[in-house]
């Protein structure tokens, strides 16, 4: 929705005037290589979108915070001295979590009232939900700042490993860090390359000359609670075990090479987590690759990278699934693609697929239409901007 529909929404909701709101958003992000790398210390590649989660939201005088979004007809209430019982919600766990785990940090939480607008399609594998926990955790720290009469700015670093602690321990789910670090410190035009062990970071420009970024939704809702992304991970734990008896010092996969893993390879028996372990190897290895064609204004290496990580995430780390497949493959047939791969967890989602300019209407008529015929669904495609991390809005 526009800001100010937003805005008006909110007084029909809670009364009052324009005048004491506040307006705090955060995006999501699309990974351009470096998938299932993250909670393994390895390598990715994301950039923030310009779709977002945008926060309007007023300070009360009490300790309840009231929470509403504006696509749900639902309000949520909750009391800042009982954060921790708000686990089972099925909307409004995600914030309160935030809250929680900022309250545990020695935020001081205050009270407010607040309305969510999403731009980021949900269960599209956009990291709605790391939008939703930086742009929660951003306005609760800038709160417990003014309250404190701390005048600094909030540390978007420690607001991702917030938003990503709230998942893990308070929704239960496993993530790694890369979703909230995107959308907490995007940049517009950049992709940040961002080593996940010691989040040590650098942002490389997207320079696409003449192409452009295009995401392929297939509909097809794809939710890591549900995924086999826990299983995942502990297929990658029980692989490192078996490496790292034998490369002692090695402090998870991101730190062993390819050449580290073929001299190494054959002490793991299991075929499916040799699989697994070889995807992840493999994988950070293509980021760096990756990110040097990108520096040389190499983009068709960088799509073969792109493609090979997208047969990778489908034979070896099994995370794809038909509709992801078939969006990839009708993707690759048009003339005038770049790359094309799944972006984020898996299972359902985006793909993303660099696409010549003048190309991106006939991808966008005939994949829809191929992906329809095929799988019965009506896909959307969204022409991606890279725009900038999480931040409050002063001028509205
Ligand atoms: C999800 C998780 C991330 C990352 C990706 C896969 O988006 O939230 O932490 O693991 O899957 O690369």
């Not at 990778?312 to 497949?325: A, K």
Request: hydrophobic share 35%; charged share 30%.
């Amino acid at each position: 929705m526009e800001l100010n529909s937003i805005i008006n929404e909110f007084i029909k909701l809670y009364g009052g005037s324009k005048d004491d709101l506040r307006v705090f958003q955060s995006p999501g992000r699309v990974n351009m290589i470096g998938e299932h790398t993250d909670y393994n210390g390895g390598f990715v590649f994301p950039a923030a979108l310009t779709m977002c989660t945008t926060i309007v939201v007023r300070k009360r005088n009490d300790n309840i915070i009231r929470l509403k979004a504006t696509d749900l007809d639902i309000m949520v209430e909750a009391d800042i001295d009982k954060l921790d019982s708000y686990r089972d919600l099925k909307w409004g766990n995600y914030q309160l979590g935030v809250a929680y785990v900022l309250q545990e940090a020695g935020y001081d939480i205050v009270g407010c009232d607040m309305l969510y607008d999403d731009t980021v399609p949900h269960g599209s594998g956009l990291s709605s939900s790391a939008a939703i926990e930086v742009a929660t955790a951003l306005c609760f720290a800038t709160f417990s700042n003014e309250k404190n009469g701390i005048i600094k700015d909030v540390d978007m670093i420690e607001m991702a490993k917030l938003g990503q602690k709230a998942e893990n321990q308070y929704c239960g789910v496993n993530c790694g860090i890369m979703d909230q670090f995107a959308s907490a410190m995007g940049k517009k035009d950049h992709a940040i390359f961002l080593k996940c062990d010691d989040l040590s970071f650098d942002y490389a420009p997207i320079l696409l000359n003449g192409m452009k970024i295009v995401l392929s939704n297939t509909k097809k809702k794809h939710s890591l609670g549900a995924s086999k992304y826990n299983e995942r991970r502990a297929e990658c734990e029980q692989g490192y075990k078996i490496l790292s008896a034998a490369l002692p010092g090695k402090k998870c996969l991101g730190e062993i090479s390819v050449e580290e893993f073929e001299a190494n390879k054959h002490l793991i028996e299991d075929d499916v987590i040799l699989k697994r372990i070889k995807h992840v190897i493999y994988e950070d290895d293509r980021v760096l690759k990756s990110v040097e064609a990108l520096k040389n204004g190499d983009v068709k290496a960088f799509g073969s990278y792109m493609n090979a990580s997208g047969d990778s995430l489908r034979y070896d780390y099994e995370v794809t699934g038909d509709e992801l497949d078939v969006m990839v493959e009708e993707a690759r047939k048009i003339d005038g693609v770049i790359g094309s791969r799944m972006t984020g967890g898996g299972f359902g989602g985006c793909t993303v697929s660099i696409v010549k300019e003048d190309s991106v209407d006939r991808f966008i008529e005939q994949v829809g239409k191929n992906y329809t015929a095929r799988t019965g669904i009506v896909p959307e495609f969204y022409v991606s901007d890279i725009g900038d991390g999480g931040k409050e809005i002063i001028d509205f």
